[in-house]
């Protein structure tokens, strides 16, 4: 399942699927990680076991990759997620939530087939479910994760929306709702609708903080991740 904390891979993902995933919260299979870039490499639990023998009794020197490879299967099975990217491009582009629903909206009343009508309504649902202000905030936060070039800046972007968002009453009530009530009735959000929900407070959540201390002090070197 894709939550939050995605913004660095997940932000860039071809396209729009990143957004999609991470506003329906949608659960993906292995060749979707692949075909999407969010992994590089699929072990077999099966070799497993072989692949840990050959890390400790092969020669190291040209690094893990070269020995992941020769265990890996890049391509187990066709990524279900690929039949949606067309749609998924066009509905989740939109520059604001409500025009996502709108266009999703669209692809619900035209001449398609049912698989394609029914998913467009299901993701419809599913985002109307959702707290409003946390979809409003992952949709900001993996546009402006696209313009990002580095690891640290997505940490601290999700640094402080995460502050934030921990402070607000929906996080309580989304915990009661899975907790407690575990029933079909939707959580009580504050604002209770997409629409209700203002553009300046979802802003507001991704400001710098007041104190520049609080600020996370990151690195990391790109180049100490192997490639694929």
């Known amino acids: 399942t894709i939550n939050e904390c995605f913004s660095a891979p997940l932000g860039g993902v071809p396209g729009w699927i990143g957004s999609y995933l991470c506003m329906t919260a949608s659960q993906i299979q292995i060749a979707d990680c692949l075909y999407c870039n969010v992994a590089t490499h699929f072990l077999p639990r099966s070799r497993l076991d072989s692949f840990k023998e050959a890390l400790f009794s092969q020669d190291l020197s040209a690094g893990v990759v070269p020995i992941l490879r020769s265990f890996c299967d890049y391509h187990p099975m066709p990524a279900p997620i690929e039949k949606r990217v067309k749609t998924i491009n066009e509905c989740f582009s939109a520059p604001t939530v409500e025009e996502i629903l709108e266009r999703l909206q669209k692809h ?41 070039s580095t690891f640290p800046d997505c940490m601290r972007l999700e640094f402080r929306l995460g502050c934030r968002l921990w402070q607000r009453a929906d996080l309580v009530e989304g915990v009661r709702y899975v907790l407690e009530l575990k029933s079909s009735a939707r959580p009580r959000w504050v604002p209770d609708s997409i629409e209700d929900c203002p553009l300046a407070d979802v802003l507001s959540l991704f400001r710098p903080f007041d104190d520049p201390s609080v600020e996370p002090e990151l690195s990391f070197d790109e180049n100490a991740v192997p490639p694929s």
């Open 108 to 148: 619900t009343q035209r001449d398609e087939s049912d698989e394609e009508s029914d998913w467009a309504r299901q993701t419809i649902e599913t985002i109307r479910r959702m707290c409003p202000t946390s979809i409003k905030a992952i949709h900001e936060q993996m546009t402006r994760a696209k313009q990002l």
